[in-house]
């Protein structure tokens, strides 16, 4: 394991010497206790799949499909919020949604507007979009709100905007990254990845190495993840297709981000690479205080040795206290059944039984189990 490293007073996580793949139990991140928490399925909330979860105190919202679903935290559903349809009131697709922190209120971005909702899921208001895109991101911060526009052409003239809650602009932010644009090319999923910790927003784009938090309308250094000859690009992604050269080795040979987030004393970092010759999703998991640092394919998961359940994907967090993911009832009851969890030793063998009980009630057609892993202080 590699000792922790600082650059300029920012803590230094150096993808360059990756270590051998292995396996991290969820007690070795500090993980103490977790629930399993089934999504109560109902004929008006039927989730055929999540894309992402947003939380807030109340409750928190599953996405995907152009679908959005509250929830409360013992998995029961309060409503569906927004329609999909074409009308002045409704959103013909979903670029982002975040939940307003000051009021719980719910805010949907879609091409050319915003649509604002009441904690309750009612309705409330539009406003235009500042940059009628169809993909961008948003995240609420103290400022306001701060969009992030794709720059899946190259020619973006401002990457961010901040924005207040009626839509209109406080500060543009340049495009630091112009590429050109030849031939059609690819859009890449983790161009910038949005994420709080700490009360912070934290933002990191695909072409630096530098994570950077927002605050008081600027951005600032806050850590850095080395990615070598690994990073790609705005030269490269223009030359993309047009080099024979590099027509292959794009994807195999450049990081594409995926998911990236704090917890705890921990980092975590999603992304398809290529490692020992296999292109795949891979996670990395570095301590900000000790010398963990680990690899593995994101599908295995963390072993999950509090329960001794299937292994864990971490999508998210809650609080700075919490990850969260998420478990389809086919796979849990399948996991269930394997001779890996009628011979595992968890630390809390007592909930073993209660969670085989709660498999074996589960229908393959439910909506996800919600999985709430809470960490030590």
């Given at each position: 394991?590699?000792?922790?490293s ?6 230094l996580?150096?993808l360059?010497r990756?270590?051998?793949?292995s396996?991290v139990k969820?007690?070795e ?5 977790i ?8 004929p008006k ?5 999540i894309?992402?979860?947003?939380v807030?105190?109340?409750y928190?919202l599953t996405y995907?499909?152009n ?10 559903f309060i409503?569906e ?10 959103y013909l697709?979903?670029s982002?949604?975040?939940i307003?922190?000051?009021?719980e ?16 899921g009612?309705f ?20 306001g ?12 003239e401002?990457?961010?905007i ?7 602009a406080i500060k543009?932010y340049?495009?630091r990254?112009?590429w ?9 999923q983790g ?20 994570i950077?938090s ?6 600032k ?9 690994q990073r790609?690009t705005?030269?490269l992604r ?20 995926y ?6 004393d ?12 296999s ?6 998991i ?5 010398s ?6 994101t ?12 292994h ?5 967090i809650?609080n700075?206290s ?11 009851k ?6 890996e969890?009628?011979e ?7 909930k ?5 009980n ?5 229908k393959?057609?439910?909506?996800p189990v ?7 202080n």
């Open positions: 394991m590699d000792k922790q600082t650059t300029k007073d920012h803590l996580f150096d360059r990756i270590p051998e793949l396996t969820l007690s991140v500090g993980a103490i206790e629930r399993y928490i089934p999504l109560i399925t109902t909330n039927v989730i055929p799949r894309n992402n979860i947003i807030c105190n109340s928190f995907g499909n679908s959005v679903n509250m929830f409360r935290y013992d998995g029961s409503t919020v927004g329609t999909k349809g074409r009308g002045p009131n409704e697709s979903i982002d949604i975040d307003n922190p000051e009021n209120s719910i805010y949907i971005a879609s091409v050319e507007k915003f649509l604002v909702y009441n904690k309750n009612r409330l208001r539009t406003f235009e979009n500042p940059q009628k895109r169809e993909r961008m991101s948003f995240k609420f911060t103290e400022d709100i701060l969009c992030y526009y794709f720059n899946d052409f190259g020619n973006i401002n990457s961010y901040l924005i207040d809650t009626m839509g209109q543009y340049p495009n990254y112009p050109k644009r030849k031939v059609p090319g690819v859009f890449y161009e910038n990845i949005f994420y709080k910790f700490n009360n912070h927003l934290f933002k990191k784009e695909i072409y630096c190495d530098t950077f927002f605050t008081n309308t600027e951005f250094p806050h850590m850095v993840i080395n990615a070598g000859k790609l705005p030269d223009s030359d993309f297709q047009t080099r024979p050269d590099l027509s292959e080795t794009t994807y195999q040979n450049y990081i594409t981000p998911n990236l987030f704090e917890f705890g921990h980092i975590y970092y999603e992304m398809v690479m290529t490692l020992n010759g292109r795949n999703l891979y996670s990395f570095g301590s900000k205080k000790d963990l640092r680990a690899m593995y394919i599908e295995q998961g963390l072993t999950e040795d509090l329960v001794g359940g299937a864990f994907w971490p999508r998210t809650i700075d919490a990850l969260l993911g998420w478990i389809e009832p086919i796979k849990l399948t996991y269930i059944a394997t001779k969890f009628r595992s030793e968890p630390l809390y063998p007592e073993k039984r209660e969670l085989e709660l498999a074996n009630s589960l393959e057609t439910d909506n919600l999985v709430l892993v809470s960490l030590k």
